[in-house]
């Protein structure tokens, strides 16, 4: 019989330079799990709230010391105690000893980091790789497959300083056969895109996530900018190689209306929805995340029942990884994706459930990283354990973004998965 013998936190960096936490879990038979857990800058609002020390005199606030404090004192005592502890149980026991609906007491990442380091020494003490693992705890019978990738390669918004209005401008390599081919394809089209830009004079340093943010005119000129780059990277645009958009419309919503910065203009609900309308009719886009702010519900059937059957609609700040706020949008006919972030929830366990509800309900799951991350690649383990289809967890450069990349490509080596559904997983 198995018990959790010893449970550690630390203090470590994430790829903004803040504080994050990390987690080592020991069971009593000598396997060993660990998990660093990531932290997001554009922040849905119903999110798990993530818990910092908030001493201005450590990393100016930012530290996790408490968190270490609580694995000790809260966490541990009561882990100790049970007997050849599953996920379901582990998890479960850490939501009732944080005891509040969105972990706000102890944080949703104190709360993750055990959870995932657990799943990892659990998978060890199984002798199981960490995909099968999450596989053996998904509740539906989808086959694991290699998830499509979404590379972000340019951005705006919240995530640059310059006239974009909207966050991410990712492509997505839906025309390639198997994961390694795809990554292939994501990087050459990076370096012909950072070719072009030096070309042009514009600078081609990257933000948190890798993308490049030069200072373009508008959203067209991004796309008109990708477009260039697929094609003399000699792919073949719209067969090869899509568009996926994170429009982040929560974070240019204001009083009602939709003030788009970068062109001086302001939009009512409807008149966003033309204009994203206007970018699939001219750009092969086969994805949308976050189209309209995440509590314009009325506004997000219109956007569905007017899109959804030409393109994916991912809702994230939307759902924000809670079943609560997914079973509102099936019910409400609103979206037909849902993105899928760890410490959104708090734990694997409650994470699989909300995979296995959108999954029921016939939604894709597009699984993501944070844009401060760290180079734990779990999510990679969690796509493709989970049979997500899709992934996404940023450009092709900064080792937090490509350890996902490196992650997969090990992974369909090892494991011979040839399930790479490509354009397909957008029908």
């Known amino acids: 019989m198995t ?56 990393y100016h606030g930012k530290g996790v010391l408490g968190s270490i404090r609580d694995i000790r004192n809260e966490f541990e005592p009561p882990l100790k105690k049970l007997a050849d502890p599953d996920q379901s149980e582990v998890d479960s026991l850490l939501q009732h000893i944080d005891g509040s609906p969105d972990k706000a007491r102890l944080g949703a990442n104190t709360a993750l980091g055990v959870s995932l380091a657990f799943a990892r020494a659990r998978a060890k003490d199984l002798n199981l790789p960490l995909y099968r693992y999450i596989n053996t705890l998904c509740d539906f019978s989808d086959e694991m497959r290699m998830p499509v990738p979404m590379f972000n390669l340019l951005n705006g918004g919240a995530h640059a300083n310059n006239c974009i209005d909207l966050q991410e401008f990712m492509v997505v390599p839906v025309g390639t056969l198997d994961i390694a081919s795809a990554v292939r394809c994501g990087s050459e089209i990076f370096h012909c895109l950072k070719n072009l830009m030096d070309s042009i004079g514009f600078s081609t340093s990257v933000g948190d996530e890798g993308g490049f943010a030069p200072d373009l005119r508008s959203d067209s000129d991004a796309l008109d900018l990708l477009s260039e780059a697929v094609i003399e990277a000699e792919y073949d645009l719209g067969t090869d190689v899509a568009f996926a958009l994170d429009c982040a419309a929560s974070e240019f919503f204001n009083s009602g209306r939709y003030v788009l910065q970068g062109q001086n203009r302001t939009l009512d609900a409807k008149g966003l929805i033309d204009y994203l309308e206007s970018l699939i009719e001219r750009f092969p886009i086969v994805s949308l995340e976050d189209g309209l702010n995440d509590q314009d519900w009325n506004s997000w059937q219109e956007l569905t029942a007017r899109l959804g059957d030409r393109v994916q609609l991912v809702g994230d700040d939307l759902f924000v990884t809670n079943e609560k706020f997914l079973n509102k949008g099936i019910e409400s006919k609103v979206a037909n994706a849902i993105l899928i972030k760890l410490n959104q929830i708090g734990t694997l366990t409650e994470t699989l459930e909300v995979m296995a509800e959108a999954k029921k ?42 350890s996902k990349y490196n992650r997969l490509i090990r992974i369909e080596a090892e494991a011979g998965l040839t399930n790479f559904r490509g354009v397909r997983e957008f029908d």
């Open 3 to 58: 018990r959790i013998a010893n449970i550690r936190g630390f203090e470590f960096l994430d790829s903004r330079g803040n504080p994050t936490l990390g987690v080592d879990v020991e069971l009593d038979n000598g396997c060993t799990g660990s998990a660093m857990v990531p932290s997001g800058a554009s922040v849905g609002t119903f999110e798990a709230l993530e818990v910092r020390d908030q001493d201005p005199n450590r």
């Open 361 to 402: 309900a016939g939604y894709n799951t597009v699984v993501s990283h944070r844009s401060g991350d760290t180079e734990d690649p779990f999510i990679a383990d969690l796509a493709v354990g989970a049979c997500a289809g899709q992934i996404k967890t940023g450009s092709v450069c900064r080792s937090e973004r490509t």
